[in-house]
C-alpha cells in the first residue's frame, strides 16, 4: 500500500528492529517503546481494521496469536505481556495496517 509506513517496514524500504519474520508476519520494537518491552507484531498483508477481516484473514490473525503465544520466551515476554490493537480514532490508532503491540518486560501499570 503507498505511504504505508509499516508496508514499507515489510518491504525493507525503510528500516526497523526486526526481532522476527516469518512469510506472513513480522515483529519489531516499536520505536516509541511504552513499556521495557514494547513490539509490533504485523500481518504482512495490508488492511486496517478487524472490521475487513473475511475468514482468510481471521484465519491469518488466529496464526499471528499461536505464532505470539509460541515464541513469547523467545521475545522475552515469559513473565507475562498486554497484547493491544487499537481501532480507529478514539483508540488513537495512526499507523493504519493492523498491529498488535506486545508489551511487558516488566509488571504493567493499567
Ligand atoms: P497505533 O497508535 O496503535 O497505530 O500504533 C502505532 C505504533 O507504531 C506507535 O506505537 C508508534 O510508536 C509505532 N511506530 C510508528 N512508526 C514506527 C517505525 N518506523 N518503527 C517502529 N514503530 C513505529
Ligand atoms: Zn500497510
Redesign the pocket.
Known amino acids: 500500500m503507498e505511504n504505508c ?1 509499516f508496508c514499507k ?1 515489510i518491504a525493507g524500504e ?1 528500516p ?1 528492529a526486526k526481532v522476527y519474520e516469518d512469510d506472513e508476519i513480522v515483529i ?5 517503546p ?1 513499556a521495557k518491552i514494547h513490539l ?1 507484531c504485523v500481518p504482512k498483508e495490508h488492511f486496517a481494521y478487524l472490521s475487513e477481516l473475511n475468514e482468510a484473514r481471521a484465519a491469518l490473525v488466529g496464526r499471528t496469536l499461536l505464532k505470539i503465544g509460541k515464541i513469547k520466551d523467545d521475545l522475552g515476554l515469559s513473565e507475562g505481556y498486554r497484547v493491544v490493537v ?1 481501532q480507529g480514532e478514539n ?5 493504519h495496517h493492523l ?1 498488535i ?1 506486545l508489551l511487558g518486560g516488566e509488571p504493567l501499570p493499567w
Open positions: 509506513i517496514i525503510i526497523s519489531f520494537k516499536d520505536i516509541e511504552k509490533l487499537n483508540a488513537g490508532q495512526t499507523v498491529h503491540h
